[in-house]
């Protein structure tokens, strides 16, 4: 069974930084993904990275969150810079196995305050 332990979040300034890791029992195959939900909100994808690198992020972090992944460390991280009160939400890392099986891991909080 895969299974995904994210860390990182916590309370932060608005302006600041923190940098979020999802560490991946089974490796960091296939499409690598960070979500997000807000209170109220639907799940959102923030960034994903596949395989080759290819990158995608959502217009709204765009030049301020950047995803990476390593994995002689079967890692995806997130590093979040300049972040805004509107970024507050749970952080999920997903895998998309190249079979096409889905996991999630449990989730991080992510606090900005202004």
């Known amino acids: 069974q895969v299974q995904l332990v994210e860390s990182g979040g916590g309370l932060v300034q608005a302006g600041g930084s923190l940098r979020l890791s999802c560490s991946a029992s089974g490796g960091i195959t296939g499409v690598m993904a960070w979500y997000r939900q807000a209170p109220g909100k639907q799940r959102e994808l923030v960034a994903a990275?596949?395989?080759?690198?290819?990158?995608n992020y959502v217009d709204s972090v765009k030049g301020r969150f950047a995803i990476s992944r390593d994995s002689a460390k079967n890692t995806v991280y997130l590093q979040m810079n300049n972040l805004k009160p509107g970024d507050t939400a749970v952080y999920y890392c997903k895998q998309t196995t190249p079979w096409g099986a889905g996991y999630w891991g449990q989730g991080t909080q992510v606090t900005v305050s202004s």
């Open positions: 990275i596949a395989n080759g690198g290819t990158l």
